[in-house]
């Protein structure tokens, strides 16, 4: 079965930082793109971070430009999510997705392009 597995959320005042990962049984890994989504309550699933076959082209969503960095290790099979200078309105459910687009120079941004999701992890930022 594919399994894609969040971990690392958790509890952190603002300013702070916490780390996502996500172990995917996808294969080949390196075929798809990896994604980031978050979901706030009462809030649509939105665009995080994404990162192509390669790592080569990742894409951020502008409310986390130059704080979130998403970055791949296909030897072992897991994407991460290093979030620095967290803020309030960063608090949610944070969901990792796999696209099967191939050796691309490019990442999807829509949630129906991505084929397999996690079942979430949750951040909670207080201020």
């Known amino acids: 079965q594919v399994q894609l597995i969040e971990s690392g959320g958790g509890l952190v005042q603002a300013g702070g930082s916490l780390r996502l990962s996500c172990a995917a049984t996808v294969r080949p890994f390196s075929m798809y793109t990896m994604g980031w989504f978050r979901q706030a309550p009462g809030k649509e699933r939105e665009f995080v971070a994404a990162s192509n076959w390669s790592g080569g082209v990742t894409d951020y969503a502008d409310s986390v430009k130059g704080r979130f960095t998403i970055s791949r290790d296909n030897a072992k099979n897991t994407v991460s999510l290093q979030m620095n200078s967290l803020k309030p309105e960063d608090t949610a459910v944070y969901y990792c997705?796999?696209?099967?687009?191939?050796?691309?120079?490019?990442?999807?941004?829509?949630?129906?392009?991505?084929?397999?999701w996690g079942q979430g992890t949750q951040v909670t930022v207080s201020s």
């Open positions: 997705a796999a696209d099967r687009s191939g050796v691309v120079p490019t990442v999807a941004r829509n949630t129906y392009e991505y084929e397999y």
